[in-house]
């Protein structure tokens, strides 16, 4: 369709890898008004060596054609499908390399795409038929990229504009392609530990959990979990103490508990301070627990320090059982309130930061990919006003200006926000300024399964091969 306005010659609308590609349309009604495609490649592909690209260890992704109808040019629809498509390839499959190639009339965009941070790579044969072949890798290159793309995104949610986009991981395990996920590349690292000292962060989450156990009480109170004999699993268990407060609350009375935590570290701490919990290596990309084995997933303070939610997402859905829920509670720094000289620290930091500290704002629709529906929602502000030990009203809780403060210690740990946060310290200190922060519960049903449903279930679960569970 776009074959004559664009110049396109049969070798450039046919790809050798279309059955294989990852193809991401918008449409009007029945009609195609955009288009955009990427091509993976593993290791040792020899359409790698013919671009002259030199082996790498991960995937290569090549970025492919992007068209757009005219009548719809100026409503960035594929300006939108490109950022979703780089921003759930860099999260869901974390590749080391991104390159595209550059022929004929198209050679004008050259330049355009410098600017983005691509590398003019290699160029490949002469005259009509030249072909310019163009990267991003390394570690640094492809951080910033993703970094700028997830700007993008985020400016697009916030003025209206979102295309809602498919996730791309149930779109990979339901063609058979989940070898191609980063699971055990993202469960390797740590984001939020990794730059943190550990003796300043650990009464920091003790205090924590403390505060949030008394705001959690009525939470759970609230929440239809599903009765006793039960069992609950805690994704990103930490020290234990939010595990082990959570354990004495009766609506768990009866329940089998565990946690997964994937620092050594921090299950040592665990099981040393509360020798009562079942704490097991674990991510929240693979927690090594059995197909449907648990009634309740707890995930704390987690999904802000995940790089893929919906990995995460995809492998709750697993181990929850039919019927069972997914309780998740995090703080959205899109519900900060304060001063100018704070909120540009906030801001900065959120910016750089890998994970997503606003990630409860969009959680709903993706957990809804998945299959997850939305059952409550509480949220509970916190400011720091108060002149004594914390306070706890209807939906709100009343700091001290030190313990307020507290809320916001964690972004200390990046390095491109250190003057920041040092400036901003300064001036809350010195102005008492109040602000406030949301942190929000959401909980989510995993509907029960229909008697069919059922029946491919336990054919799935007999053809699983889930990790087992380690110390």
């Given at each position: ?65 992007r068209l757009e109808e005219a009548p ?74 993703y970094v700028e793309y997830r700007a ?320």
């Open positions: 369709m776009y074959m004559a306005e664009q110049g396109f010659g049969e070798d450039m609308v046919h790809h050798p890898k279309d059955p294989d590609g990852l193809h991401l349309c918008a449409l009007s009604g029945d009609e195609t008004i955009g288009a955009l495609a990427a091509y993976v490649y593993e290791p040792g592909a020899p359409e790698l060596t013919h671009l002259e690209l030199p082996k790498v260890d991960g995937l290569s992704v090549q970025i492919g054609k719809y040019r100026g409503a960035l629809i594929s300006e939108q499908l490109g950022t979703s498509m780089m921003l759930q390839i860099s999260e869901s499959l974390r590749p080391v390399r991104f390159f595209l190639t550059v022929r004929g009339t198209h050679r004008r965009l050259i330049d355009r795409y410098a600017r983005r941070g691509f590398v003019r790579h290699a160029d490949i044969g002469s005259g009509a038929d030249a072909v310019t072949v163009m990267t991003i890798e390394g570690a640094a290159a492809m951080e910033k990229l993008l995104g985020k400016r697009s949610m916030h003025n209206g504009t979102r295309i809602a986009v498919p996730s791309l991981v149930p779109f990979l395990a339901d063609t058979d392609r989940e070898h191609l996920l980063a699971g055990d590349l993202l469960g390797a690292e740590n984001i939020y530990l990794d730059p943190l000292p550990r003796k300043e962060e650990l009464p920091r989450l003790a205090a924590q959990s403390r505060l949030m156990a008394a705001e959690q009480r009525p939470r759970l109170m609230a929440t239809a979990f599903p009765p006793p004999p039960a069992s609950l699993l805690d994704v990103g268990t930490g020290p234990g103490d939010a595990l082990a407060a959570v354990a004495k609350e009766p609506p768990f009375s009866g329940y089998r508990i565990r946690g997964v935590e994937p620092s050594p570290d921090l299950r040592a701490t665990a099981r040393s301070a509360f020798p009562q919990l079942d704490v097991r290596r674990g991510t929240a990309y693979a927690t090594g627990e059995p197909d449907a084995s648990h009634d309740v997933v707890m995930a704390s303070f987690l999904f802000i320090h995940l790089r893929s939610p919906d990995l995460a997402l995809r492998e709750m859905w697993r181990v929850l059982r039919p019927g069972g829920l997914l309780y998740v509670v995090d703080v959205n720094d899109d519900t900060f309130t304060g001063p100018d000289e704070i909120r540009r620290m906030v801001e900065m930091h959120d910016h750089y930061y890998p994970g997503d500290r606003t990630i409860l704002t969009d959680l709903p629709r993706r957990a809804g990919e998945f299959g997850f529906e939305l059952e409550n929602h509480f949220a509970t502000t916190v400011r720091n006003t108060g002149d004594s030990e914390p306070v706890f009203g209807q939906d709100e809780i009343v700091l001290r200006l030190r313990e307020g403060w507290g809320l916001l210690a964690f972004m200390r740990s990046q390095e491109t926000t250190a003057k920041l946060f040092e400036e901003a310290q300064k001036h809350y200190f010195r102005t008492q300024c109040e602000l406030s922060l949301g942190i929000e519960t959401q909980v989510y049903r995993k509907p029960a399964a229909q008697p069919d449903e059922q029946l491919q279930h336990l054919e799935k679960c007999s053809a699983s091969r889930a990790a087992p569970a380690e110390s």
